[in-house]
């Protein structure tokens, strides 16, 4: 796909349940052929179990992500203009990410994909509520950036 970015940042609200399947998800895809990071709003609350346990199901291991905030990346010096794409993954996040294109000439697209936190009764379900924002994110990325690469 000749429009793939070479560096995508997702973001979400606290980055510990969609932006860290996504980059997860994203770098099962594509390896070393885009650079990805993800990143919330906040970073209060240690990456999801939940998320932890429908990523492995796809070979994706984010158990040891750490969250990080948009303003933990300014302060590690990570330059947020560095990246081609923000892909905003909430509305929270979507206006944060907004606010850097009054600086830097940053692409931002937001995809909406739904918070499974607090959904369903049973362990079951909860994880099968986790399992559609997954396959709705991994979905999303195929569609933007092309089918997956063979990753060595």
Known sequence: MESRPTSVLFACDHNSVRSPMAEGIAKLYYGNTIFIQ??????????????????????????????????????????????????????????????????????????????PTGLGQTREDKLNAYRQARDQIAARIRACFGPPQEVQ
């Open 38 to 115: 993800s990143v919330g709003v906040y970073h209060d609350l240690e990456v999801d179990g939940f998320s932890i346990a429908v990523c492995a199901e796809l070979g994706v291991d984010i158990s040891g992500h750490r969250a990080r905030s948009f303003d933990d990346m300014e302060d590690w010096g990570d330059q947020i203009d560095g990246y081609d794409l923000i892909v905003a993954l909430s509305p929270a996040s979507q206006r944060r990410a907004l606010e850097y294109t009054r600086y830097y000439a940053l692409e931002v697209e937001y995809w909406p994909v739904f918070d």
